[in-house]
């Protein structure tokens, strides 16, 4: 079932070695247990979407480099993500902030080739006022 998606859900990009944290900053002013819920447009590099330690895509230009001065070993490299489209599809029926929310199904695509999605949402239960 999916369940909406709030500041420090856990993510995980397939071509990342380690988890990241979203950032989601308190603009849509919606909180779920005192932390900011996040819609589609949270996917700005280094502000809400933070590295995943190394990267091993092959598409990214410093792993390729690095990889072509090893002599063709993949020689992973600082991720840095790139990731200029919003979330896809998030929860088209709800909206927050004149987009949809955030769904811990959605997925986000990095330019590098890697799919980032979520492992944890960072909230488990609603609570309804």
């Known amino acids: 079932m999916p369940m909406q998606v709030c500041m420090g859900a856990m993510m995980q990009c397939t071509f990342g070695m380690a988890p990241s944290s979203l950032v989601v900053l308190p603009a849509n002013r919606v909180m779920t247990q005192e932390v900011p819920d996040a819609n589609i447009?949270?996917?700005?590099?280094?502000?809400?979407i933070?590295?995943?330690?190394?990267?091993?895509?092959?598409?990214?230009?410093?792993?390729?480099?690095?990889?072509?001065?090893?002599?063709?070993?993949?020689?992973?490299?600082?991720?840095?993500?790139?990731?200029?489209?919003?979330?896809?599809?998030?929860?088209?029926?709800?909206?927050?902030?004149?987009?949809?929310?955030?769904?811990?199904?959605s997925k986000l695509m990095c330019i590098w080739g890697g799919v980032i999605m979520f492992d944890t949402p960072g909230e488990f239960t609603v609570e309804v006022p």
Do not use: K, R
């Open 41 to 48: 447009m949270d996917h700005i590099p280094m502000l809400n």
């Open 50 to 105: 933070e590295p995943f330690g190394m990267c091993m895509s092959p598409s990214n230009p410093t792993v390729a480099a690095a990889t072509a001065a090893a002599l063709g070993v993949l020689t992973p490299m600082p991720c840095i993500p790139n990731t200029p489209a919003p979330w896809v599809p998030g929860a088209p029926t709800v909206l927050l902030g004149n987009f949809p929310t955030l769904d811990n199904v």
